[in-house]
């Protein structure tokens, strides 16, 4: 108390659960989450747009770093277990909504919708290979993707899970309604489970009964070719300015096709190098 009488606003670390009742105590007090869980972003968001005297929140982490190796890892392994960390070949945390050249991960669209930056989301989760399970550390995400494309799972049961803010949600399969769930008080999470079949997934927000917002992912097609994506056009003769090339194996569509297994090797020509 003493220390934080010093400070306009008190930074709390994995603490949410103390929010109210410190608030009781220090009624002047200013907090705002300096550091918080990864899977508890919708109930630490929910107290900061409650509760005057709680200014934000920050996620650990917005963007991932070399540096405590691994500790947001989700992993198949044969037994349930605590890890804090798995060792090489490990290199980053893994625990940013961001990946280290600048792509979303899984969990970042989740929270587009617990910020209400977006209406809806929704992912496909990694189907547990037989005989394991699934360990999901404490900054750590499940594993799913944003994806209808799994070759191998012709017929077998998968897991789809729709964010929404809406009342309710409807998911079709190819124009066809698979189901149709309301949003829990203190979720905005649906899950739905449909044998697989490949086509068009749409997920749909229904407010008052009636469509509003929705989302949709395809089938890939057959990989046919290659295409580099460069996130700039110009940097600076310099070895602290980097280009990323981020190279996408597409159908005849333009779809990306995420399961293709392709070699590719990399040559470049003129004055910069390959870091």
Not at 172 to 196: D, H, R, W
Request: charged residues 20%; contains cysteine; proline residues 6%.
């Amino acid at each position: 108390a003493a220390a934080f009488a010093q400070l306009d606003i008190a930074g709390y670390n994995y603490m949410s659960e103390k929010y109210e009742s410190d608030h009781q105590k220090f009624p002047g007090r200013i907090i705002v989450g300096t550091e918080t869980y990864p899977q508890a972003a919708l109930e630490n968001w929910e107290m900061a747009e409650k509760l005057p005297y709680v200014l934000g929140d920050f996620v650990w982490t917005g963007v991932d770093y070399l540096g405590e190796a691994s500790i947001g890892h989700s992993v198949f392994e044969s037994s349930k277990k605590y890890q804090f960390s798995l060792g090489w070949p490990w290199y980053n945390a893994w625990c940013g909504d961001i990946d280290l050249t600048g792509n979303k991960k899984p969990q970042s669209y989740y929270r587009d919708v617990v910020w209400r930056i977006k209406p809806i989301a929704m992912a496909v989760r990694v189907p547990t290979p037989g005989g394991l399970v699934e360990n999901v550390s404490g900054w750590g995400w499940p594993q799913e993707m944003q994806s209808w494309t799994w070759p191998d799972m012709e017929g077998k049961e998968m897991e789809v899970h729709v964010y929404s803010r809406a009342a309710a949600v409807r998911l079709m399969l190819n124009g066809k309604t698979v189901g149709e769930q309301k949003i829990a008080a203190g979720s905005i999470s649906a899950v739905f489970k449909l044998p697989y079949a490949p086509g068009t997934l749409t997920a749909v927000n229904l407010d008052g009964g009636k469509p509003t917002a929705n989302i949709a992912i395809e089938t890939a097609g057959k990989a046919t070719r290659i295409v580099l994506k460069a996130d700039r056009r110009n940097i600076k003769a310099s070895r602290n300015d980097l280009c990323y090339v981020q190279v996408e194996v597409q159908d005849e569509e333009g779809r990306v096709a995420p399961m293709a297994a392709i070699p590719i090797s990399f040559s470049i020509s003129g004055p910069g190098e390959l870091a």
